[in-house]
């Protein structure tokens, strides 16, 4: 499984991004799709996932309001709307899945994901 993740950029604070992430390879739908972010120093930290089995999103305190992940089966493809952006959500955006589904208890957890997205940069200017 491959995931090729675009969309970052620059943008100011109070702007908006759209994340995408693409897979490739032999995926299944119900495994989750998730998307997790990192600063220099600092662990993954999790942003936001969608069950593949039921659809049911969850979110990182932090960004529920602002941050949207939706999927588009048919493309084989996770979004991450990104609005009210702060400089706080400057980071590197990791897409990440797994060969099958999850325990819900699991999800937010970067150990529980087995591929990776090259990572994109999201830089919120102040």
């Known amino acids: 499984v491959q995931l090729q993740a675009s969309g970052g950029g620059l943008v100011q604070t109070g702007g908006s991004l759209r994340l995408s992430c693409a897979a490739s390879?032999?995926?299944?739908?119900?495994?989750?799709l998730a998307w997790f972010r990192q600063v220099l120093g600092k662990e993954r930290e999790f942003v936001a996932a969608i069950d593949g089995w039921s659809g049911t999103t969850y979110y990182a305190d932090s960004v529920k309001g602002r941050f949207t992940i939706s999927r588009d089966k048919a493309k084989n493809t996770v979004y991450l709307e990104m609005n009210s952006l702060k400089p706080e959500d400057s980071a590197v955006y990791y897409c990440?899945?797994?060969?099958?589904?999850?325990?819900?208890?699991?999800?937010?957890?970067?150990?529980?994901?087995?591929?990776w997205g090259q990572g994109t940069q999201v830089t919120v200017s102040s």
């Open positions: 990440a899945t797994r060969n099958r589904r999850i325990v819900i208890s699991s999800i937010r957890r970067a150990d529980a994901y087995e591929y």
């Open positions: 390879g032999p995926t299944s739908s119900s495994a989750p």
